[in-house]
């Protein structure tokens, strides 16, 4: 006696009506909605563009302390460099008084463009 093999079982996949109906039903809530219903998911949503916008304002703010809070430190540490002149200045002054502006403005100016980075990034996950 052989043993013959079973015809393979053909699978069927078997849905309801009602469940396409119902996903038609209850339409998908909107980000836009989660946020100004400050509900959880808005609040995880702004809490994200809160740590990204504190994160770019403290990375600022440490290239400022080590650039300009360093220069003191610089001159304290190597005598020599605080008598080197600059265009008849003394260098700490020069660096300290001229050339901090130029900086100043140097970190606005990056960091407005990051902070708007930032905004634009959570508009765009929020309206997806």
Same mark, same amino acid.
């Given at each position: 006696?052989?043993?013959?093999?079973?015809?393979?079982?053909?699978? *069927?996949?078997?849905?309801?009506?009602?469940?396409?109906?119902?996903?038609?039903? $209850?339409?998908?809530?909107?980000? $836009?909605?989660?946020?100004?219903?400050?509900?959880?998911?808005?609040? *995880?949503?702004? +809490?994200?563009?809160?740590?990204?916008?504190? +994160?770019?304002?403290?990375?600022?703010?440490? =290239?400022? *302390? =080590?650039?300009?809070?360093?220069?003191?430190?610089?001159?304290?540490? #190597?005598?020599?460099?605080?008598? #080197?002149?600059?265009?008849?200045?003394?260098?700490?002054?020069?660096?300290? +008084?001229?050339?901090? @502006?130029?900086?100043?403005?140097?970190?606005?100016? *990056?960091?407005?463009?990051?902070?708007?980075?930032?905004?634009?990034? @959570?508009?765009?996950? =929020?309206?997806?």
């Amino acid at each position: 006696m052989t043993a013959s093999n079973p015809p393979p079982v053909r699978r *069927v996949t078997v849905t309801s009506p009602r469940t396409e109906a119902a996903q038609r039903a $209850r339409p998908r809530r909107q980000r $836009r909605d989660e946020l100004a219903d400050q509900t959880e998911l808005g609040d *995880v949503l702004i +809490g994200s563009l809160i740590r990204a916008q504190l +994160g770019l304002a403290l990375r600022v703010l440490a =290239v400022f *302390v =080590v650039l300009l809070g360093g220069l003191p430190l610089l001159f304290a540490l #190597v005598p020599a460099a605080s008598r #080197v002149e600059i265009g008849g200045l003394p260098a700490a002054w020069f660096l300290l +008084g001229l050339a901090a @502006f130029p900086l100043l403005v140097l970190l606005g100016l *990056v960091y407005a463009r990051q902070a708007e980075r930032n905004e634009r990034e @959570f508009a765009e996950l =929020v309206e997806r």
